[in-house]
């Protein structure tokens, strides 16, 4: 059955979900929360959405698509250039390589390999933030405490974005 | 169309190859991106402007909501206590009341003084209010982006206060928007005057929540509650902007809390004291 223009355009735009609720979830990131005592200290939600797209749908969440959002966060969170983007590449590339791993595994496992792919992303954004910046290396607590929020966040994050998952993608 | 099975796992490897190249060159991408931004300031900041004018309308959408919240909280606690506050309030009256006739009676003895020795007054500042739109506060860099540019006056090395004090100052600055240095980053460096005495330090940034007071002569210098202000060298700040006051001193690591609260920033004003201590981008590549 051929399918109408409609639905070849309800498709399309369907394809674009991972990419635009990843790039969302980086501008929310740097919206004002207002919340005491937290706006110091930002989650890596990208991160998070490029774990998630990359262990679900590894089809609709290329390289690309992930290079270009990490250049927009560098750009706009004041971050070198390029520090931002090489360790969400990196995410996805160990992400990619261990497919068969993360294969119907249960939200436990998941999250437990979220936080050593996290651990290694903060470890290794800081090595970089702290070799190409004029200011040096940032005191390590500050990357601790970002790592354990993000680490934290991850069940709320993951079940929202398996949430747009099931909703918006489920029949392609 | 199907493909016999051989055509597919060929498909299927160009296609595993091509990702592999996709991967790499991306990856030597981003390193010569870290080069270049290292190489050439000038024209990462541009491109640092172009995409926050871009953002900034998006950004200051999706901001509403957060300050929507933040606003209604803020009245149920006001309403909570609105007793206690007016009582407060009427007593804070009654005491400034007394000091606008001391500030009245030295107002008239300043000008009088002044016309006696002929003083020629400072050049007055203008102000541009602006609101916040992205706090991109991370492990990394602590800096804020507002809702006015160049369109509206404002340029880099400007200083930007909020009701209680200082915030920081513009670091970059596109048409229609700016990024804000705050005075808890890394790459803050503030010269202050502490307490009374007015001893001299450098405010340095840790991307925490409190800077650190540097440089200070000898450890009496400073005593928790201390106020921290700009002391006005370097002309990069006019002298006597409030910053906060000494927190905590620990082992020579003396703490400095900010006035401006960072969670409650809505809005700030970026100040024109025309001032020069830090040099325009035509100025610092002459």
Request: net charge positive; glycine share 10%; with cysteine.
């Amino acid at each position: 059955m051929q399918a109408t223009v409609l639905q070849r355009m309800d498709n399309t735009a369907r394809r674009f979900v991972p990419f635009g609720v990843t790039l969302l979830l980086m501008l929310f990131a740097m919206t004002p929360t207002y919340i005491p005592g937290l706006s110091h200290i930002t989650p890596m939600y990208a991160l998070m959405a490029v774990y998630f797209w990359s262990i679900y749908r590894p089809d609709l969440l290329g390289y690309g698509a992930t290079f270009s959002i990490g250049i927009l966060e560098d750009l706009l969170s004041g971050t070198p250039l390029g520090s931002g983007a090489l360790i969400l590449l990196l995410c996805q590339r160990i992400v990619f390589s261990q497919q068969k791993f993360f294969n119907n595994k249960p939200f436990g496992i998941i999250w437990l390999a979220f936080a050593l792919v996290a651990a290694g992303a903060g470890l290794l954004r800081w090595l970089c933030v702290g070799l190409v910046a004029s200011s040096g290396f940032t005191p390590a607590g500050q990357m601790l405490t970002a790592y354990l929020m993000t680490v934290a966040m991850y069940p709320i994050v993951g079940g929202l974005l398996a949430r747009a998952h099931m909703k918006l993608l489920a029949q392609s | 169309m199907r493909l016999p099975t051989g055509q597919i796992s060929r498909f299927g490897t160009l296609k595993s190859l091509l990702q592999r190249f996709a991967f790499l060159s991306l990856i030597g991408l981003t390193f010569a991106l870290m080069l270049i931004g290292k190489a050439d300031t000038v024209l990462v900041e541009r491109a640092r402007d172009a995409v926050a004018d871009a953002v900034t309308p998006i950004l200051r959408v999706m901001s509403e909501p957060a300050a929507v919240v933040s606003d209604f909280v803020n009245n149920l606690r006001e309403l909570a206590a609105i007793r206690e506050e007016n009582a407060e309030l009427r007593e804070a009256n009654t005491r400034l009341l007394q000091w606008q006739s001391v500030a009245q009676q030295l107002e008239s003895e300043n000008k009088s003084l002044r016309n006696l020795t002929g003083l020629v007054p400072e050049p007055s500042a203008t102000f541009v209010t602006a609101r916040v739109v992205a706090d991109t506060g991370g492990a990394f860099a602590q800096s804020i982006l507002i809702t006015a540019g160049q369109i509206s006056g404002v340029r880099k090395g400007q200083v930007v206060l909020a009701g209680e004090g200082l915030v920081g100052r513009v670091m970059q600055a596109g048409q229609l928007s700016a990024r804000v240095l705050l005075i808890t980053d890394i790459n803050s460096r503030i010269p202050v005057l502490v307490g009374e005495a007015g001893n001299r330090a450098i405010l340095v940034g840790d991307n925490g929540l409190r800077p650190r007071l540097l440089f200070l002569g000898n450890k009496t210098a400073a005593a928790p509650g201390d106020k921290v202000v700009t002391s006005g060298d370097a002309e990069a700040f006019p002298p006597g902007l409030p910053i906060g006051q000494v927190a905590r001193m620990d082992d020579g690591v003396v703490e400095v809390e900010p006035y401006v609260v960072r969670d409650k920033i809505q809005h700030v004003r970026v100040a024109d004291y025309g001032l020069t201590g830090i040099l325009t981008q035509q100025a610092a590549t002459k």
